[in-house]
């Protein structure tokens, strides 16, 4: 199974802030049809998850866009520009290249 | 609008079979695949299996033996049945659409005698 590593487990930041998660994967993400199925996922506090971005870096349907995703192969990452207070709670990332599909352990994003 | 909503038992007993409906609507189950996700305490998100439009299933082998996604179109529901419980399996079971871009609210299943 591929194996999916976030860091930081946990992020404090002020309002206004912007901040970065990483999302390694132990295999890369590559899929047969050329396209990179790795998401980012956040679960607001007592919600469920909601995607954010697909793709990489493609932004989901409503989604602010202070919210960027980059990377390929074997190594991402989430970009929040500017937080706001609607972007607390935990933030995972997904990859939808290989079955099992597998999730990242989450990184919890608080406030200062 | 896109709606998904899972309906479960809420208490299980261990050994004994569970078995969850998401009910959809929106958009019809012949045209996306369906995925079923869960949160537990133990091992946070999971991914479960997911069927296809066309009907065909595929599963987290973690599960394969005791998981069974299933279907009725007409009725725009999408089944999971899983037996065999344990505590472990207590947490929230979720139902999403695609590529993860909808989901449902969840339904809580504790695992307890």
């Known amino acids: 199974d591929v194996v999916m590593t976030q860091t930081p487990p946990s992020l404090s930041v002020a309002i206004g802030q912007s901040v970065s998660i990483s999302c390694k994967s132990s295999q890369s993400l590559v899929h047969s049809d050329g396209k990179t199925y790795l998401n980012w996922l956040l679960q607001n506090p007592g919600q469920s998850p909601k995607r954010l971005i697909y793709?990489?870096?493609n932004l989901g349907s409503g989604v602010p866009d202070r919210f960027s995703g980059t990377g390929s192969e074997k190594d991402f990452t989430l970009k929040i520009s500017r937080v706001e207070a609607e972007d607390l709670g935990v933030y995972h990332c997904?990859?939808?290249?290989?079955?099992?599909?597998?999730f990242g352990a989450g990184t919890k994003l608080e406030l200062k | 609008q896109v709606q998904l909503k899972e309906t479960g038992p809420g208490l299980v007993q261990p050994t004994q079979t569970l078995s969850i409906t998401c009910t959809v609507s929106g958009f019809s189950l012949t045209s996306y695949y369906m995925q079923w996700v869960r949160q537990t305490p133990g091992k946070g998100l999971e991914w479960m299996g997911f069927i296809r439009s066309g009907g065909s299933t595929e599963y987290n082998s973690e599960f394969k033996s005791r998981l069974s996604i299933s279907r009725d179109t007409s009725k725009n529901q999408v089944f999971l049945k899983m037996n065999s419980l344990k505590t472990e399996d207590t947490g929230v079971y979720y139902c999403?659409?695609?590529?993860?871009?909808?989901w449902g609210q969840g339904t809580l299943v504790t695992v307890s005698s």
């Open positions: 997904v990859q939808a290249t290989h079955v099992p599909y597998t």
């Open positions: 999403a659409r695609g590529a993860f871009a909808y």
């Open positions: 793709q990489v870096s």
